[in-house]
């Protein structure tokens, strides 16, 4: 059993920034390809940034330059950083083991001004 607990959303004016926190406890986390998604109202949940156990990362075309994605293995914990914010960011961010049934609970993050 895996649990993801997620933390760091909240209300941002657009041009700010967050920091979004994913800790994992329940099994081996530095061998795990984890992501991020979000879903927005009415939409489809979608792939926001995945990292692999080596540190390689992919972000969706619409965050790229944005959003930066880092592990830290030694505290089974996943980060995604999040600059420059847009409106069209505002969803509930999820934080996912790849591969796997685990996903955390959501994490709001709402841009406006």
């Known amino acids: 059993q895996v649990q993801l607990v997620e933390s760091g959303g909240g209300l941002v004016q657009p041009g700010g920034s967050l920091r979004l926190s994913c800790a994992a406890s329940g099994s081996t986390f530095s061998g795990n390809v984890m992501g991020w998604y979000r879903q927005a109202p009415g939409k489809q949940r979608e792939l926001v940034a995945l990292?692999?156990?080596?540190?390689?990362?992919n972000y969706a075309d619409s965050v790229k330059g944005r959003f930066t994605m880092s592990r830290d293995n030694a505290k089974s914990t996943v980060y995604l950083q999040m600059n420059s914010l847009k409106e069209e960011d505002t969803a509930v961010y999820y934080c996912?083991?790849?591969?796997?049934?685990?996903w955390g609970q959501g994490t709001q993050v709402t841009v406006s001004s």
């Open positions: 996912h083991v790849q591969f796997s049934t685990y």
């Open positions: 990292i692999t156990s080596g540190g390689g990362t």
